[in-house]
T-cell receptor
Framework: GNSVTQMEGPVTLSEEAFLTINCTYTATGYPSLFWYVQYPGEGLQLLLKATKADDKGSNKGFEATYRKETTSFHLEKGSVQVSDSAVYFC????????????FGTGTLLAVQP | NAGVTQTPKFQVLKTGQSMTLQCAQDMNHNSMYWYRQDPGMGLRLIYYSASEGTTDKGEVPNGYNVSRLNKREFSLRLESAAPSQTSVYFCASIRLAVPYEQYFGPGTRLTVT
């Protein structure tokens, strides 16, 4: 079945630093890929998504490119802010009417001023 | 449009007690899901419902039951709570079109003593 491997945290950065959170997946077919963000005390929110190879998802300065050749979907941001401190989850779907998401274990990002 | 709502937000149970977690969505989504979130383990699927009147087991269904009351509501029941069920529970629903992104509720934090 599908699976996701995500870099372990916590990741601690200073404000304005460059962020990369690695995510690789195993899947059959052509799944959709997602990054979700969870702020303290809240539920998960969709951050960005990509549906096919070479698609780039982007939102709020974050980007991730669907790389089928390396089965990766790494999250990047050029300049992080304190308000970006959260847990980030990579996820892969199996698509269809009974779509299930398989989540990575999450990466805690802490941005210091 | 409230999205996905969950009640209660917090609950403390004694071992052996029962309770029902409520979830509702107003987006006319067909599929709904229950996850639990535990430290270091990401989100794990407990049960899902592809459509009104159907339910299926996910990765960790033991100790839980679900009811898809109608298209809007999907409840999760703990018949005899155990300390191992201490967790944060999230309900989600899905828009049935590519990329099949899931929308999450705010979560219920459950402690079983």
């Amino acid at each position: 079945g599908n699976s996701v491997t995500q870099m372990e945290g916590p990741v601690t950065l200073s404000e304005e630093a460059f962020l990369t959170i690695n995510c690789t997946y195993t899947a059959t077919g052509y799944p959709s890929l997602f990054w979700y963000v969870q702020y303290p005390g809240e539920g998960l929110q969709l951050l960005l998504k990509a549906t096919k190879a070479d698609d780039k998802g982007s939102n709020k300065g974050f980007e991730a490119t669907y790389r089928k050749e390396t089965t990766s979907f790494h999250l990047e941001k050029g300049s992080v802010q304190v308000s970006d401190s959260a847990v980030y989850f990579c996820a892969v779907s199996n698509g269809g009417a009974t779509n299930k998401l398989i989540f990575g274990t999450g990466t805690l990002l802490a941005v210091q001023p | 449009n409230a999205g996905v709502t969950q009640t209660p937000k917090f609950q403390v149970l004694k071992t052996g007690q029962s309770m029902t977690l409520q979830c509702a969505q107003d987006m006319n989504h067909n599929s709904m899901y229950w996850y639990r979130q535990d430290p270091g383990m990401g989100l794990r699927l407990i049960y899902y419902s592809a459509s009104e009147g159907t339910t299926d087991k996910g990765e960790v269904p033991n100790g839980y039951n679900v009811s898809r009351l109608n298209k809007r509501e999907f409840s999760l029941r703990l018949e005899s709570a155990a300390p191992s069920q201490t967790s944060v529970y999230f309900c989600a629903s899905i828009r049935l079109a590519v990329p099949y992104e899931q929308y999450f509720g705010p979560g219920t934090r459950l402690t079983v003593t």
